[in-house]
């Protein structure tokens, strides 16, 4: 798999965990920050589905 073909990481360089252990900047958790890198490109695509839904709840 070509580096191209890799789903990137959501990390804008704000990295901060709040009191629910998600970070302030990319909205994952410690855990989900931890393995990124051993993720399939299948796992990532989850994570981003779950990032998005925690980006609508601070938007409200």
Excluded: F, Q, Y
Excluded at 4 to 25: E, N, Q
């Amino acid at each position: 798999m070509k580096v191209a073909d890799k789903v990137r990481s959501p990390c804008v360089s704000v990295c901060a965990l709040d009191a629910s252990d998600v970070c302030i900047g990319c909205h994952r958790t410690g855990d989900e920050i931890m393995r990124w890198t051993r993720m399939t490109n299948d796992e990532r695509r989850e994570v981003l589905t779950k990032v998005a839904k925690r980006e609508e709840k601070v938007a409200l």
